[in-house]
């Protein structure tokens, strides 16, 4: 008999390293505990690339709790959390507790392991580069014309994007400061909250953090305000499932690794309507890959997002930005699009198909699509 309930929402970014075995285990068990003490836990994923909140981010967010709250519950008490979490490799001379200030942290410069968003900038100009190379005809509420010129940029990201700027270094920027870019996000994310009269009562406790790929662990950078009893329990557990010899052999070496996945994943932010393990055990098979079941870090670029089922509205900056730099970039031309049933993933592909960037950089680089649903990969008799 549950006497409480919580809905923790993590926004973490779509590097492939960044989910190992450990983490799902340690969230199950973890989960299961609360469960016996009377707290019913939700944990949700939303995946972004470099972890920024951006407009479309902050309403993954308020979809996953309007949904919470039309499904939940109603007569018991409910807290809701949202943990913001960035990645990359600190110095050895960095402290490595659990909660760290800023200034005992020290960035590994240039390292691989670093979030590739810090050169988000770049990846902007990439595509600048390719809008203009490859002048595509875009035609908005029947009003046609042929990107070539910065201006006609300008006339594309306002016209589709609701975005009035520049694209390299305005509408995608790169990562100014890694160790404070958890913090920074979450500023953003209370600003928005504080503006929206649907979230604001609810009094949503959000926490902000680096997951250090030197030790695998997550480091505060928030003070350790708030005191979150769940999610610090499942962090606790995963530093202690890391010291196991098969951890470090089997899972943690892979997180250890520059990022090399072997393919990437749009799907939806609902655990319950999309699943990455599911999907990179299916790729794994598809391609005659050995599989021992556990699903290893450095496998999946995953980016998530509530409205990836909306064929007539665009992609966010960050999505475009993850997507490119995954196909240009790692080679990620295998790009696995994961609904929930045949007919949303359709739509997903559809929408892919009507951005004016995604299609180009689809076509541009011969993108292969492979069209998966939930309701396949979970059924043993119903293979995909």
């Given at each position: 008999m549950f006497t409480e309930q919580e809905l923790h929402i993590l926004i973490g970014c779509a590097d492939a390293r960044d989910l190992s075995q450990l983490q799902v285990d340690a969230v199950?068990?973890?989960?299961?505990?609360?469960?016996?003490?009377?707290i019913d836990v939700e944990v949700q994923i939303i995946r972004a690339a470099g972890s920024f909140v951006t407009p479309d981010v902050f309403m993954d967010v308020k979809r996953l709790i309007e949904h919470h709250l039309r499904t939940a519950r109603y007569d018991l008490p409910t807290r809701y959390y949202v943990?913001?979490?960035?990645?990359?490799?600190?110095?050895?001379?960095?402290?490595?507790?659990?909660?760290?200030?800023?200034?005992d942290l020290h960035l590994v410069e240039g390292s691989p392991l670093n979030c590739g968003m810090l050169g988000a900038s770049t990846v902007g100009v990439e595509i600048e580069q390719l809008l203009l190379s490859e002048r595509p005809r875009v035609v908005v509420h029947g009003q046609g014309r042929v990107i070539k010129t910065e201006e006609d940029i300008r006339w594309l990201l306002r016209q589709t994007y609701?975005?009035?700027?520049?694209?390299?270094?305005?509408?995608?920027?790169?990562?100014?400061?890694?160790?404070?870019?958890?913090?920074?996000?979450?500023?953003?994310?209370?600003?928005?909250?504080?503006?929206?009269?649907?979230?604001?009562?609810?009094?949503?406790?959000?926490?902000?953090?680096l997951l250090d790929y030197s030790v695998h662990a997550l480091i505060r950078v928030d003070g350790g305000d708030p005191y979150v009893p769940f999610w610090d329990d499942v962090q606790a557990l995963i530093r202690e499932k890391a010291q196991s010899e098969e951890a470090k052999e089997l899972i943690l070496a892979h997180q250890s690794e520059k990022q090399?996945?072997?393919?990437?994943?749009?799907?939806?932010?609902?655990?319950?309507?999309?699943?990455?393990?599911?999907a990179a055990g299916w790729y794994l098979d598809h391609r005659g890959i050995e599989n021992n079941g556990a699903y290893l870090p450095n496998t999946v670029f995953n980016m998530t997002g509530s409205s990836f089922d909306m064929p007539t509205t665009p992609f966010g900056p960050y999505v475009i930005a993850g997507f490119f730099y995954a196909v240009a970039h790692l080679g990620l031309t295998d790009q696995m699009v994961l609904g929930y049933d045949h007919s949303q993933t359709q739509r997903m592909l559809r929408k892919i198909h009507n951005d004016p960037i995604l299609s180009l950089v689809v076509k541009k680089f011969g993108v292969t699509l492979l069209p998966l649903n939930h309701v396949d990969l979970v059924s043993s008799d119903q293979p995909v």
């Open positions: 199950v068990e973890t989960t299961a505990r609360f469960a016996q003490l009377g943990h913001i979490q960035s990645h990359g490799h600190l110095a050895e001379n960095s402290s490595h507790e659990y909660v760290a200030h800023l200034y609701a975005y009035e700027g520049y694209l390299a270094g305005d509408w995608i920027r790169s990562i100014d400061l890694l160790r404070t870019h958890p913090r920074k996000q979450r500023r953003i994310l209370e600003d928005a909250l504080h503006a929206d009269p649907d979230l604001t009562p609810l009094n949503v406790q959000i926490t902000a953090g090399k996945p072997l393919a990437g994943l749009l799907s939806l932010p609902d655990p319950q309507r999309s699943s990455r393990t599911a």
